[in-house]
Structure formats: C-alpha cells, structure tokens
C-alpha cells in the first residue's frame, strides 16, 4: 500500500476526499486484504481482514486430493505413501494450477516413473476444479465481504462502490 501511494502520481491533494484502494493478497498460505484511504503523502488505514489457514496452497491440495484418489482408482497406487511422491504430485499439480488460469482446455498431469516405476497421468478441468474449489472461493468472498463492511462503517463516503482500485 505504502509504495502504492507513493508512486502513485494522481492521488487527490491532502485537502481533498481521499481515494479508497483496496488491497488484496493471497500467497502460499495466507490471505490478507485491506482498504486504505490515499491522499498525496498520506496513508490511512481503514481495515483490514484476514485467513491465515487459506492460501495457494489449499487449491494445490484439491488438485493433489483429485489425482490421488483417481492414481488410487487407476493405478492401485497411493501417492501419499512416500515423501517422495507427495512432493512430486505437489509441484505437478501446482504447474496445473498455474496452466489452468490461462486455459480452458482440461490440464494433463503425468508423472513419470512415479510409485514402482509406473507412469501415471491424469487431467483436470477448470471447470471441475472450480466447482471442487467452491468452498474456497466461499471463504474468499466471507473475507472480501466483511472487509467492504468494516470499511463502510469508517469511509469517507458511504457511497457504494466508493473503492477506486482493487490491487
């Protein structure tokens, strides 16, 4: 938010209504998000809400839950069996997750040589990960929400849609 406001050139003048930006960040494990009011050289926080359990993280175990039971059903292999195979799973599928924000065509997963010497593949659509990932988005949006309440009660403005930019 800090360098945000100080690169920023358009910012309203100090004796004018400040702008409201939204800042949200989902990383490996966490997801934070807050809402600053930016004036030139000013910063005030207005709120702040947070999941520290809900990150990148919890969508890589979908896709990894999804190839397991399906390896398991296919192949009669427990991916989960090893460290080994845990964490080369992870890092397929969380390539998966990336592939999949760019397209709309069902993602293959292969792992060569994976649990006695078997290579397996598997596919993932966005569609069926967005639906398996519902409840994430759910608590994204519980987040999201409460951080427009909160701000609403302490804004300048309680117009609706009052937030200028969401980062």
Same mark, same amino acid.
Do not use: W
């Given at each position: 938010? *800090? ?16 702008? *409201? ?9 966490? *997801? ?58 992870? $890092? ?51 987040? *999201? ?5 909160? $701000? ?16």
């Amino acid at each position: 938010a *800090l360098c945000y406001g100080i690169y920023k050139g358009d910012l309203p003048e100090q004796t004018e209504k400040p702008r *409201l930006v939204a800042f949200v960040d989902m990383g490996y494990t966490a *997801l934070q998000a807050s809402v600053v009011a930016l004036n030139k050289g000013k910063l005030k926080m207005i709120a702040t809400a947070f999941d520290l359990s809900l990150g990148g993280r919890d969508f890589d175990r979908i896709i990894m839950d999804t190839m397991h039971n399906d390896f398991k059903k296919r192949y009669k292999i427990d991916s989960y069996s090893t460290v080994k195979s845990k964490l080369r799973l992870r $890092a397929e599928c969380e390539k998966a997750k990336k592939l999949m924000s760019s397209n709309v065509q069902p993602i293959p997963i292969s792992l060569e040589c994976f649990i006695d010497e078997k290579d397996v593949s598997g596919k993932i659509s966005r569609a069926d990960f967005e639906e398996l990932a519902k409840p994430l988005f759910d608590r994204i949006r519980n987040i *999201l929400a409460n951080l427009l309440k909160e $701000a609403s009660k302490l804004t300048y403005s309680k117009k609706k849609n009052s937030i200028g930019d969401i980062l």
